[in-house]
């Protein structure tokens, strides 16, 4: 068994309510950067950063949701079936509310 093997296996399947405020808090600063960023670029396009603003403000309000989850105690909790969302999953979004399967249905 290799190194990188054994750390997956002894990886608890749920995040920590500090590891998933960790996870939160940069996706939080990655977000306020790309705004600070958007608003000084100064493009022509005000259609398209308008756009975009108004997308990154939606996942700033997604992740606030996400830390009242996780002072809740719901955090990793999909809000379509109730059951645990991956921590694959929550290790790229997360902000997530869903897993997979709930997600595709809300989406469609």
Known sequence: MSLDASRIESRPERLTAHEARQ???HA????MTQLQALGE???ADDQLMS???AAIER?????????AR?????YGTCLGCGKPVPG???EILPYTRYCVACQRRAAA
């Open 88 to 90: 694959e999953r929550l």
């Open 70 to 74: 996780v002072g809740e105690g719901t």
């Open 51 to 53: 756009a975009q603003q």
């Open 28 to 31: 939080r600063n990655t977000r």
């Open 23 to 25: 996870r939160l808090e």
């Open 59 to 67: 996942v700033l309000k997604e992740i606030d949701e996400a830390f």
């Open 41 to 43: 670029s100064g493009q």
